[in-house]
């Protein structure tokens, strides 16, 4: 039976851990399991058949760390390894075989120096060589950055007709390490076509329940969890986990009878967990979970839903009629548009149009990049804007999350060229009542149209949830009688069609004085006509009053808490470039202007006291948000390389050594080849002031005594990811205070707690890169 159709009958059983059974069958601590396939593949074969008595439906190939970046320096292939984990795989007799394929183990651009072309390219070689060897399916898991899966889904599909599964890992926060939530990876992942969704990894199953829950709401394809053996604790020197086979079986088995289609193991479950949750589930009957139609979009962590009340996207990024904007696409000045971007949320859009279409640019290649960094700067879900199909495919597909495209019109080519774009990726379109014989003056002939937009549109298999039908609006000046025209053609749309609208409130007006009075009256009778969705300018007073108005109106919002609060400050003036501070510019992740504002500083004011002054309380309140939930790791990475570039100006100002607060030595462990978790506190570090002796990942125990003996620094920062390299952490640590260095010991990684930093022996735990940032402050003294 293939893998499609009995994903649609039954619950699949995967199997459990892999590189915990090769540890115990004597793999060394940091060793790459998925050289055994190659040096041990007796041992691989036992594991494999183990998991098929155990009786799980699919068996993974050791594979999950076989792209080229985690096997450099092995001397083997990924071709090689990828050949070798597959066969053993199969000849396991298991019914499915999955290509495993793990984290690239590199930041994607723009937190990142890896390319989404890169990306795609490496990801595509692993699965060319998995489809060659046989696998029956693809499983990408483990991932953390959604852009980065999407990268691989589409390698998937364009070189081969396997279903794809992937499984995101989620922390206690219930988002992913760079703060994907359930929502966006159910959104986009559903939206890209794959055949199931889901978790792994992360937390055992009862802490899990809350995100499986999520994504069996959010997704439209069926859901996929593979937990851990509950949580990981050290018992003689080895790592454990705290929940009993039975209990395994019991907690996972009850995702299925909440809707999961898809059940495993991960790390610290073994045949046994399998065995007993195969038990569980045998006899169980597949359990649909209760879904309903949610039309929403969203960037990599955040969403924007279109249902029950309505949403503002800003108009502000599109050069028609703005002389300065058309100015800076021809300059390639993406700082400009970034401020433009943030401008807009700060003023309350929820979703931000992005226009590049100037005749004499590369469009394709100016909208990319706006695209890219816009989405550096802020995390509301983006609209791609254009006339030209290349250009929103090449946009669409590097964009991170699901879009909105615009547009699509009733024109036969319309049809023909983007409805196969948004069905592709999984984006929303808009859809313009308009074909070959322009704007029709009556509701009914625009209804029709969009009744056709429709119509073709789930032919292409893009639903009705993805569908907003903007109705035009056309100028009172020049067309005054038609203007209502648009408003009837609203509720026909909403009444016979059942799908959202939205409108570019702004053309009302144009060509008559007073304009934000009559857009905002426009934009009232729109939304009591049914319009889900207003293109308008957000930095207008008169249209986010009607706004904020209309949701009290609505219910949408709650006790009119927002309306109050708005009320009862000041109004915020537009923040314009001469009264802005070199703190706004750090904060917005804004590296141009921080560098231009710091050589402004400059003139007056010391290197140190720009540093004391507006760098650490700049940076200190990014942390504080990041601690808080309300920005991530990418707006974290961002303010940190804007104040590099302010640092970049400061030093050809000062002495050598003069902003330097102190040194210390950061390392991965020997064994240990992940270092995005040590490279993030590494340029955190520096940008407070401290002077950082970076010796790399996989680094000999030797090695960082000599350097933290030769260095004589204050701090040493330690990182494992894996729990085979924490013992790798310890031999770490006792060597260095073997050697008399009293330099106090930070250790971070995923995979460590409060009760590793103990076993290891360090003096702190640095949970992120933030928390290290405040050791350091903690250890050279005095508060930064």
Not at 379 to 401: C, F, K, T
Not at 446 to 458: C, D, K, L, S, T
Not at 562 to 572: G, L, P, R, T
Not at 627 to 644: C, H, M, S, T, Y
Request: glycine letters at 10%; charged letters at 20%.
């Amino acid at each position: 039976m293939d893998v499609r159709k009995a994903l649609a009958e039954k619950i699949l059983l995967f199997d459990g851990a892999m590189g915990t059974m090769l540890q115990a069958a004597g793999l060394p601590a940091g060793g790459l399991p998925e050289i055994y396939n190659l040096t041990h593949p007796e041992i691989v074969l036992g594991i494999h058949k183990d998991y098929v008595a155990a009786g799980c439906d699919v068996v993974t190939s050791n594979t999950f760390q076989a792209g080229e970046l985690k096997l450099a320096g092995s001397g083997y292939t990924p071709e090689e390894v990828i050949a070798a984990g597959v066969r053993l795989a199969k000849e396991s007799g298991a019914k499915y075989t999955a290509l495993d394929i793990g984290p690239l183990g590199q930041l994607m651009k723009p937190m990142g120096t890896l390319s989404f072309e890169d990306a795609y390219a490496m990801f595509r070689r692993q699965i060319e060589a998995g489809a060659a060897a046989g696998a029956d399916l693809i499983l990408f898991e483990t991932m953390s950055d959604l852009l980065e899966v999407k990268a691989g889904v589409l390698a998937a599909k364009e070189c081969c007709d396997l279903p794809v599964f992937v499984t995101m890992t989620y922390q206690q926060d219930g988002r992913t390490f760079v703060g994907c939530s359930p929502e966006c990876a159910a959104l986009t992942l559903s939206g890209l076509g794959v055949n199931a969704l889901g978790v792994n990894c992360s937390l055992g199953p009862e802490e899990l329940m809350p995100v499986v829950e999520t994504l069996l709401e959010w997704s439209r394809v069926p859901v996929m969890v593979q937990p851990n053996a509950g949580l990981p604790k050290m018992k003689d020197g080895k790592t454990v986990y705290d929940i009993s086979t039975e209990e395994f079986a019991n907690l996972t088995s009850a995702f299925a009878a909440k809707g999961a289609a898809v059940l495993g193991g991960c790390c610290g479950t073994t045949p046994a967990f399998l065995s007993a949750l195969r038990k569980k589930i045998d006899g169980m009957d597949r359990v649909l979970p209760k879904q309903k139609p949610i039309t929403a979009v969203c960037s990599g962590t955040r969403t924007a839903v279109l249902d029950g009340g309505v949403s503002v996207i800003g108009e502000r990024i599109n050069p028609t009629g703005k002389k300065r904007l058309k100015e800076k696409l021809r300059e390639q000045d993406f700082d400009y548009i970034a401020g433009e971007a943030i401008s807009q949320k700060q003023h309350g859009a929820d979703i931000l149009d992005v226009n590049c279409g100037l005749p004499e640019i590369d469009e394709a290649a100016v909208l990319c990049r706006a695209v890219e960094e816009v989405q550096a700067v802020t995390d509301l879900p983006l609209q791609i804007d254009s006339s030209d199909p290349e250009a929103i495919a090449q946009a669409v597909r590097r964009y991170n999350g699901k879009p909105i495209i615009n547009s699509v019109s009733g024109k036969a080519e319309s049809l023909q060229t983007i409805l196969p774009i948004a069905a592709k990726y999984g984006a929303m379109v808009v859809g313009l009542t308009l074909d070959e014989t322009g704007i029709p003056e009556t509701a009914e002939k625009r209804y029709e149209i969009a009744q056709r937009i429709v119509r073709e549109a789930e032919k292409y298999g893009v639903p009705r949830q993805d569908i907003l039908i903007d109705c035009l609006v056309l100028t009172a000046s020049a067309q005054q009688e038609l203007v209502m025209e648009t408003l009837r053609a609203i509720q026909l749309v909403k009444a016979g069609l059942g799908v959202k609208t939205v409108l570019g409130v702004s053309n009302v007006s144009f060509g008559l004085p007073s304009r934000p009075v009559l857009n905002s009256v426009f934009l009232a009778a729109g939304f009591g006509a049914g319009l889900d969705a207003a293109i308008v300018n957000p930095l207008s007073e008169e249209i986010m009053q009607t706004v904020r108005a209309f949701r009290v109106l609505n219910a949408q919002d709650k006790d009119a808490a927002a309306y109050i609060a708005n009320a009862s400050v000041e109004e915020k003036p537009v923040v314009k470039a001469e009264t802005r501070t070199l703190s706004d510019s750090i904060m917005e992740g804004r590296a141009e202007e921080t560098a231009a504002g710091t050589r402004k500083l400059l003139e007056t004011t010391a290197p140190m006291e720009i540093i004391d002054q507006w760098f650490i309380p700049a940076l200190d309140k990014v942390g504080e948000q990041y601690e808080q939930g309300q920005l991530f790791l990418p707006q974290l990475i961002r303010a940190a390389e804007a104040v590099k570039s302010g640092f970049e100006v400061l030093r050809a100002a000062m002495p050598e050594g003069g902003a330097d607060k102190g040194t210390i030595v950061v390392a991965t462990v020997e064994g240990d080849i992940h270092d995005i978790g040590k490279n993030i506190a590494k340029m955190l570090l520096q940008n407070y002031g401290y002077r950082v002796i970076d010796l790399g990942k996989d680094v000999p125990v030797e090695k960082v005594v000599q350097a933290a003996m030769e260095s004589g620094a204050p701090l040493i920062g330690l990182s494992a990811l894996m729990t085979t390299t924490v013992t790798s952490m310890r031999d770490t640590i006792t060597a260095l205070r073997k050697a008399g260095c009293t330099a106090k010991i930070m250790a971070g990684g995923a995979v460590l707690n409060e009760e590793y930093i103990q076993y290891v022996g360090a003096d702190y735990y640095a949970r992120d890169a933030r928390i290290g940032v405040q050791i350091a402050a903690q250890v050279f003294g005095g508060q930064q």
